[in-house]
């Protein structure tokens, strides 16, 4: 083990994972973080906690982490390179092992020209694939950047994201292999429509053999209506909605978009669990929390595993 | 070469609204060949300020003058007749921003930048300039087919595209290339792909203007 995650038990016993996923308030009122954590008790094996998501300001990821983990629930700390220096970074990842945080996700972080504060001087001193490789340094070797001995070792199961749908797509298994080279334990997929194209980027994965070097948990967010199924098909770049989803959702009435959104989902978890390579699917539930629970249950994914 | 462009004019009318005589100085460098601050940007500002200051019943006289360069002592001494002795109230500069600087450094009377200096880079067809470069002091670019990651990527990375590239183009913005997509093209033709799969290791910045503002001393010049 190296880190002793539920996550990483789960993975490595052969479990097909879930992971869930919970974007902290604007604002600091615990109790919204408590209401939607209960939603994912029991449902999930661990909990990515957002790190100011699309660069609007919200509740610091690590200090939800704390409170998910006082709530006996396991969380999955989201790391962006956008905000902080190597300085803050490694600061942050001590302090994050310190409260008994033990899965991370290294990621780059939106552009903070979307955010809600378009005027802030971003950071980008190191990349997601440098910050993979300064957790494993501080994991394997027990050191700083700079080569200094840490006093404590930070042990974490090292995850990142990937996008199979961003272009240029015969780059993308060469940029997972890159991430694994620079130290992944694990990687989450960006949300995954386009089904054809997803078995494609996992054959190519397979092939390559990646899929032996890291478990690839396939990322899946439930349409919750034919407006949100738009907004994601034209204006997220590097997402992939295919026309037949939202054809299919304008066929059913309003007040049945969410329940066909949510059937949707789950056969998209069928599709991908009889896809070679996959390890476990991470849900993104934006703001429906609620509704994982039904998901999950409907995907015959509950209960989940106890794992000691 | 240094990328500039005009302020707004509301901007520079405000900056010199007290004054009754300023100098106006442009520059035969950079910003000439941007079309920011030349001699024709400069009697085309003067004029409009002219025109301006007339309606508003209080005249501005301007002295137009444009230097061979304004990042260089020797030039700007060549306005200190008329700064010493014709009653010159004030400077605005028509360079990049080493100009004015230049300019306060010499002279005790009030300086203003009418240009905002945007980036290093070149011009991409008429009447159209892009950034290419920031000096970070370490150029890398061969590693990457010979595009630039750090200016051109929106978040300077260095190893491959991140998720919102799509269709060539940055998330960002429709109207910027994926510096990304630009170099795997690039060494894909070049048949470097290889080299892309490699990680590319922390950068050290303390060569960029984190280490502090930066000198180039060269012992074989100095007289």
Same mark, same amino acid.
């Given at each position: ?251 059913? @009435? ?48 509950? @209960? ?5 | ?223």
């Amino acid at each position: 083990m190296k880190s002793g995650s539920r996550l990483e038990k789960i993975l490595a016993a052969g479990h097909f994972a879930v992971t869930g996923e919970l974007g902290p308030p604007r604002g600091a009122d615990v109790e919204i973080i408590k209401k939607k954590a209960e939603h994912l008790r029991g449902v999930v094996d661990s909990i990515n906690v957002t790190d100011n998501q699309t660069s609007v300001v919200r509740m610091c990821s690590m200090a939800v982490c704390k409170i998910l983990i006082e709530l006996g629930l396991e969380p999955n700390l989201q790391m962006t390179c956008r905000d902080r220096n190597r300085i803050a970074i490694q600061s942050d990842l001590l302090g994050a092992y310190a409260l008994g945080i033990r899965n991370l996700l290294c990621l780059s972080g939106d552009h903070n020209k979307f955010g809600d504060h378009p005027q802030a001087k971003n950071v980008f001193d190191v990349d997601s694939m440098q910050l993979i490789q300064i957790v494993k340094k501080m994991r394997d070797e027990g050191k700083l950047l700079n080569g200094q001995e840490c006093e404590g070792k930070a042990s974490f199961f090292i995850g990142a994201a990937v996008n199979p749908f961003g272009d240029p797509f015969d780059f993308r298994p060469i940029r997972l292999a890159k991430k694994i080279a620079a130290g992944v334990d694990f990687v989450q997929t960006q949300c995954i429509y386009n089904m054809d194209k997803f078995r494609e980027y996992m054959k190519r994965v397979v092939d390559m053999g990646l899929a032996e070097k890291c478990y690839i948990l396939a990322g899946i967010t439930p349409l919750k209506s034919l407006g949100m199924a738009r907004y994601m098909a034209r204006s997220v770049p590097g997402l992939d909605v295919p026309d037949y989803y939202l054809k299919r959702l304008q066929g059913v @009435p309003k007040d049945k978009q969410a329940a066909e959104g949510i059937k949707i989902a789950v056969e998209q978890i069928q599709q991908i669990r009889e896809i070679p390579g996959v390890a476990g699917i991470h849900l993104m539930a934006i703001e429906w929390e609620h509704r994982a629970k039904e998901i999950i249950e409907a995907a015959g994914l509950l @209960p989940r595993p106890e794992v000691n | 070469m240094v990328v500039a462009e005009r302020k707004p004019i509301q901007e520079i009318m405000a900056m010199v609204a007290e004054y009754n005589k300023i100098l106006l100085v442009g520059c035969k460098g950079c910003v000439t060949v941007c079309c920011a601050g030349g001699t024709k940007e400069v009697g085309i500002l003067a004029s409009t300020l002219r025109i301006a200051r007339k309606k508003e019943g209080k005249p501005l006289e301007i002295i137009e003058r444009t230097l061979e360069r304004q990042c260089d002592p020797e030039y700007i001494e060549q306005v200190s007749d008329v700064i010493e002795k014709d009653g010159v109230e004030a400077i605005l500069s028509m360079a990049c921003s080493v100009g004015p600087q230049y300019m306060a450094k010499r002279y005790n009377i009030p300086v203003y930048p009418a240009l905002n200096t945007t980036f290093i880079g070149g011009a991409l067809e008429h009447g159209v300039w892009a950034e290419f470069c920031q000096a970070c002091g370490n150029c890398i670019i061969h590693y990457f087919g010979g595009i630039c990651p750090i200016s051109r990527c929106s978040k300077s990375l260095f190893n491959g595209p991140c998720g919102g590239s799509a269709k060539g183009k940055c998330e960002v913005s429709s109207e910027i290339d994926c510096a990304w997509q630009l170099i795997y093209d690039r060494m894909k033709a070049l048949g470097k792909l290889d080299e892309l799969a490699k990680v590319f290791p922390v950068k050290d910045w303390s060569t960029s203007r984190d280490g502090g503002p930066r000198k180039v001393v060269r012992e074989d010049m100095k007289l």
